[in-house]
């Protein structure tokens, strides 16, 4: 499920994510929300468990082009 969300990263240029299943040490299945984001030079997956995820809420990188701020 995560090489998924690791592969449509590569592809999309924002951050794709969806709800996934991971069972713990103690064999229970837990819900997570994953998603992942591609900074050309790596691929970052951010797992957390589904409740305390804040949808919607991304972070956005901004760089100034210094040519244009002159």
Known sequence: MLGKI?????ETPGVAGETTSLIDLNGDVRRF????F???Y?????????HRAKLGR????VVA???ASS
Request: charged share 20%; glycine share 4%; proline share 4%.
């Open 6 to 10: 690791a592969a449509s990263a590569l």
């Open 33 to 36: 929300m994953a998603e992942g």
């Open 38 to 40: 591609f900074n050309q």
């Open 42 to 50: 790596s691929v970052f997956i951010f797992v957390a468990p589904r």
């Open 58 to 61: 991304h972070t956005r990188v």
């Open 65 to 67: 082009d210094d040519a």
